[in-house]
């Protein structure tokens, strides 16, 4: 039995016990080829697939989910998915209404290489680091790929499905120069295998991590941050849940009573774009098969909305935004496509830190406080000019109060799928704390 087929027999078999029902069907593929010492090392390929529902019946509603397609797997699902319904205390559950939403292909051709070709971008970017030799150690020289279907079905009338991916490139090595040692990676994504370049890709690992080689210790003090792109994205991924309508309904957003606010600088827009043309995540519509939409969730410094579901929506009085969440084994949640901070109109450095790279985000960020204390790496900048590579200090303060000194953003949009799906610029802010190895200038 198909998925689209395990739909309609749920559909039907709902109907039958006098259930509201929805059906997500979701699989994904991937591939994984690693080379080391000029040999394809090592190829990974994985595919999983499954079906879950969300009944509700008077008012309650229950999850359950198969990953077996016959008849009988999906009697049982939906026999559970009722049964774990009954058992709730909440009797506020519902479906939203649905209507026919088309079948997509945002993926077309993207992935289409052959095997061979995949193959020789691992292999090149390897080699192509390796030329250069200050490259003591290539950790792996990776390319991977990413396809996922997602099929929506359910007694309201929702019914639609797409299919989308991404493809990447990333290196991992160390380069040593005289006694300093540095470890780094590069990653460079596309919906395109043609897009990628594993010659640009080992010059851009050169560049980034050969120009912190020789780095001094950073002296204490407060100082112009110039945060990359990819370490600005680490940087927000952990704060981002403050504009989701779930953690507002939670009590866990300090957000949720500035709507409309001015609460950063208004030279700093954030937006969740599930139909960009270079997104990776994205959408045609969400999980509950809401049409998704470009949505702001800051402009020019002012909260202009939060991510929404159905639900959320519904108990906060506002619209549904397209950003439900689901996979087919789990339960009903907010989520971004997209995200991405708008370019701006340019960074001019003078003086200050170049931040390059912010390492252990997960455990060094309170989600909740929007503290954070980072080690990180990046160059001393000095008359606008990257003066020296500094190390062995951290970078420390709240994030909400960040965004109210960004100074200037800048124009070099870069993406990445390595903290969450999105895109940054350059970011500038004003007066951060640095904590390094010595106390003064």
Do not use: C
């Amino acid at each position: 039995m198909t998925l689209q087929e395990a739909q309609t027999y749920l559909l039907e078999r709902a109907r039958e016990r006098g259930v509201e029902l929805e059906a997500l069907a979701t699989g994904s593929r991937e591939l994984s080829l690693q080379a080391r010492e000029g040999e394809l090392e090592e190829i990974t390929g994985a595919e999983s697939s499954g079906i879950g529902v969300r009944v509700v019946t008077s008012g309650k509603t229950g999850y359950a989910y198969t990953e077996e397609l016959s008849p009988k797997a999906l009697d049982w699902v939906l026999a559970e998915a009722i049964e774990n319904a009954e058992l709730q205390n909440q009797d506020d559950g519902f479906l939203p209404e649905g209507r026919p939403l088309g079948r997509h292909d945002l993926l077309g051709e993207g992935l289409s290489a052959s095997l061979e070709e995949k193959k020789r971008l691992a292999l090149d970017l390897e080699r192509f680091v390796k030329e250069d030799p200050r490259v003591q150690q290539v950790g792996a020289a990776t390319y991977a790929e990413r396809e996922y279907q997602t099929e929506l079905a359910s007694t309201k009338g929702a019914a639609g499905g797409y299919r989308t991916g991404y493809a990447y490139e990333m290196i991992n090595a160390v380069m040593a120069e005289g006694e300093s040692i540095k470890q780094g990676f590069e990653l460079k994504v596309s919906r395109e295998v043609a897009a990628l370049d594993p010659a640009t890709t080992a010059q851009e690992f050169i560049r980034k991590t050969g120009r912190l080689l020789g780095a001094r210790p950073l002296a204490s003090g407060r100082y112009t941050a110039y945060i990359e792109p990819s370490a600005f994205l680490s940087l927000l991924a952990p704060f981002l849940n403050h504009w989701s309508g779930k953690q507002i309904l939670e009590g866990k957003s300090r957000l949720a009573d500035k709507l409309g606010q001015r609460v950063a600088s208004e030279v700093f827009s954030l937006y969740d774009d599930p139909n960009h043309p270079e997104g990776l995540m994205n959408a045609p519509f969400d999980a509950e098969g809401t049409p998704t939409r470009k949505v702001y969730l800051l402009r020019e410094g002012v909260v202009e909305s939060f991510m929404h579901n159905t639900y959320t929506a519904r108990k906060l009085g506002h619209k549904p935004t397209g950003h439900a969440s689901r996979s087919y084994k789990g339960v009903l949640g907010v989520a971004p496509h997209n995200v991405i901070v708008a370019p701006g109109g340019g960074v001019k450095r003078q003086d200050g830190v170049l931040v390059t790279d912010l390492m252990g985000v997960h455990a060094g960020a309170n989600p909740i406080s929007g503290d954070f204390s980072l080690q990180a790496l990046g160059l001393k900048i000095e008359g606008g000019e990257e003066a020296y590579p500094v190390e062995n200090f951290t970078i420390s303060g709240n994030f909400f109060e960040l965004l109210e000194r960004i100074v200037a953003v800048g124009d070099d949009l870069e993406w990445s799928v390595m903290y969450l799906a999105g895109a940054s610029p350059t970011v500038e802010i004003a007066d951060v704390a640095f904590a390094g190895a010595r106390t003064s200038v």
